[in-house]
């Protein structure tokens, strides 16, 4: 009898033992993806901190500040003048029409 008890007491030792290892593991797991979301969260952070100062470095020149102030408020300096270019939504070509085939004359004759 006291060898079946210690069979069942060793049996649920191990079992308990096994179940704290998998949670432990599951932890590790989770704890080992939020780092590589964090480095990589990290990266991109670094990045725009460094496309950031090259901007604050060029707004920090006369010409940096000179072609911001062109491009938000279209102001012109004093002698200059303005140039405002408007598309007219289709560019002329200097292609010469292409020929309609024998069937598109027919048809173009009768109006269609």
């Known amino acids: ?13 191990v079992i308990l033992l096994t179940k704290a290892a998998f949670g432990a593991w599951q932890k590790n797991s989770l704890a080992y993806q939020k780092y590589r979301e964090s480095k990589a969260q990290l990266l991109e952070l670094e990045a725009t901190r460094d496309g950031l100062e090259a901007e604050i470095a060029r707004l920090n020149t006369d010409r940096g500040l000179e072609e911001e102030l062109r491009k938000k408020f279209q102001v012109v300096k004093s002698g200059e003048q ?3 270019i408007v598309d007219t939504g289709g560019a002329p070509t200097d292609e010469a029409p292409a020929e309609k085939s024998l069937w598109g004359k027919f048809i173009g004759f009768f109006g269609f």
């Open 82 to 84: 303005a140039l405002v």
């Open 1 to 13: 009898m006291k060898s079946r008890f210690l069979l069942i007491f060793l049996a649920l030792v």
